[in-house]
């Protein structure tokens, strides 16, 4: 088992830029897959962008392609999305969340942490 805790989050102008962080506890961090979602005001959840356990592949929602940057570090245990040219659209609650390396891509992230919010202002 993995707990996630965001930080990063904070109201900017569009064009800034923003670091998120996720810090999980757990020996095993190692083992997990790990991902980004958001969730703007009144839509689902969607995903946002994902690295392999071992970082060596990354996935990005096309929205978001060539302005955000995920990566991770697994000896500080800690998972971060770069946000550039931020866009109002990019507003939202964004939600770290962990997989176990070996659980198909078809089956839902297991471990959440509680969001953080990005306000992105015109």
């Known amino acids: 088992q993995v707990q996630l805790v965001e930080s990063g989050g904070g109201s900017v102008q569009a064009g800034d830029s923003l670091r998120l962080s996720c810090a999980g506890s757990?020996?095993?961090?190692?083992?997990?897959?790990m991902a980004w979602f958001r969730q703007a005001p009144g839509k689902e959840r969607e995903f946002v962008a994902q690295?392999?356990?071992?970082?060596?592949?990354?996935d990005y929602a096309d929205a978001v392609k060539g302005r955000f940057t995920i990566s991770r570090d697994n000896v500080k245990n800690t998972v971060w999305l770069q946000m550039n040219n931020l866009k109002p659209e990019d507003t939202g609650v964004y939600y770290c969340?962990?997989?176990?390396?070996?659980?198909?891509?078809?089956?839902?992230?297991?471990?959440w942490g509680q969001g953080t919010q990005v306000t992105v202002s015109s």
């Open positions: 969340a962990a997989r176990w390396f070996d659980t198909p891509p078809t089956h839902a992230y297991e471990y």
């Open positions: 757990g020996r095993a961090f190692t083992h997990y897959n």
């Open positions: 690295i392999v356990f071992s970082g060596g592949s990354t």
